[in-house]
């Protein structure tokens, strides 16, 4: 058997100090400092041996991060973990008080295709892997060919078309060994909720001024995030499909921006089939009383099943009988927006090689100042990390 684990942390505009990132946003010296130590503390409590990571914007800043980690592992195991001359060194406590340093891991970096001058940059996506990768990781952003997705008419009218021709964020995929296995492994970062608003020729954008409130306009604004989003878990989804189809396990994490019930949510996971079909009328019925047999009914639950995506989060809720988990709180609202989710070959089926065995999640920071490690969410990330414990049984 093969233990390993996989975790997903959004970090919070990683950047080097004096840079502006944002419009007026940047850290001083000091500001980072902080941030890098905050960061590293949490890199070390994690100690996952693949890690995804969202809102960077420079692959640099991140390599000092797990530096300071490393440093801060190795001696944590000189002052915690006995050396083999010791009579209780090989006690499985101590297995689980190491930390395993990154020196020989992979990192790969997905800068965002839109990253622009200063104030106005987009920060991509990174990953870690202890295990290192199979090839060379891919990055997908860029739509090609463009995706245009038709809406049917309604009573005669026109049902107009969405058009997708660049993802908000990158998307990056990468296929790694573990135990004789190699898995595909998805990190991505989707539109968040924030409304996006369009430019009036003179370069105005009304809805921002909040003095003048515009709700209807807001509200469009939420509508074209909620879309864009949909669609890059779309574009997600085809992906993940692709790979289970080839054989490969399938494992995607990152910042959903969206609840796990949300309609972007589902799109990626893919449909929860029905107990029986044998109740549904045939979609090429020619009378009322056709429906699909028995036989039918287990070819479409399989079919489906096959290719569907299970939460990490909602597989530890039902094993250990909790009711909350939440990685995102803001405005006084504590929801869950990042996911780990596994195929079908950690889950159930004909062709399961392992198992999730616990679910991690890293959240006492959201609480906003109650925590001494926490001062303030300016340079603690605004998200909980979480960390799926999977088990690769013996081929």
Not at 156 to 179: E, Y
Not at 196 to 218: C, K, M, T
Request: proline letters at 5%; aromatic letters at 10%; one cysteine or more.
């Amino acid at each position: 058997m093969t233990d390993f684990t996989i975790a997903s942390f959004n970090v919070k505009n990683l950047i080097g100090p004096e840079q502006e990132y944002y419009r007026f946003e940047k850290y001083t010296q000091e500001e980072h400092a902080w941030k890098e130590d905050w960061l590293a503390d949490q890199v070390f409590t994690l100690n996952a041996d693949i890690i995804g990571f969202q809102e960077i914007f420079e692959k640099e800043a991140l390599q000092k991060v797990i530096v300071e980690a490393d440093r801060r592992g190795m001696a944590s195991n000189d002052d915690a973990v006995p050396d083999r001359s010791k009579r209780y060194a090989r006690k499985a406590i101590f297995r689980k008080l190491a930390y395993t340093d990154y020196q020989h891991a992979a990192l790969a970096f997905a800068p965002n295709l839109s990253d622009g001058a200063p104030g106005q940059r987009r920060p991509g996506v990174a990953m870690i892997s202890r295990f290192g990768f199979k090839g060379t990781p891919e990055v997908i952003q860029e739509i090609d060919p463009v995706l245009e997705i038709p809406f049917g008419t309604m009573a005669g009218g026109d049902g107009g078309m969405f058009r997708l021709d660049r993802l908000s964020r990158p998307i990056l995929k990468a296929r790694i060994p573990v135990g004789g296995q190699v898995i595909t492994v998805f990190n991505c970062h989707l539109k968040s909720k924030l409304g996006e608003f369009v430019a009036r020729p003179d370069g105005s954008v009304p809805e921002v001024d909040l003095i003048n409130y515009d709700p209807v306009g807001r509200a469009l604004g939420s509508l074209r995030s909620a879309v864009r989003r949909m669609a890059e878990a779309w574009v997600l989804r085809r992906l993940v499909v692709r790979e289970i189809k080839k054989g490969y396990p399938v494992i995607v994490m990152g910042d959903l921006n969206d609840s796990d019930s949300a309609v972007s949510s589902e799109i990626l996971a893919g449909e929860r089939p029905f107990k029986n079909y044998a109740w549904l009328r045939r979609h090429d019925a020619k009378r009322a009383n056709e429906r699909y047999t028995d036989a039918e009914d287990e070819l479409i639950r399989g079919a489906i099943e096959q290719v569907r995506l299970e939460s990490c989060e909602k597989l530890f809720v039902r094993k250990s009988m909790r009711d909350m988990v939440y990685t995102s709180a803001f405005g006084g609202v504590f929801e869950s927006i990042d996911q780990i989710l596994l195929s079908p070959h950690f889950v159930g089926g004909e062709e399961q090689i392992g198992e999730m065995n616990y679910f991690s999640v890293f959240n006492d920071h959201l609480t906003d100042g109650s925590h001494p490690e926490a001062p303030y969410n300016k340079l603690a990330s605004d998200h909980g990390q979480i960390m799926a414990h999977l088990r690769l049984w013996d081929a």
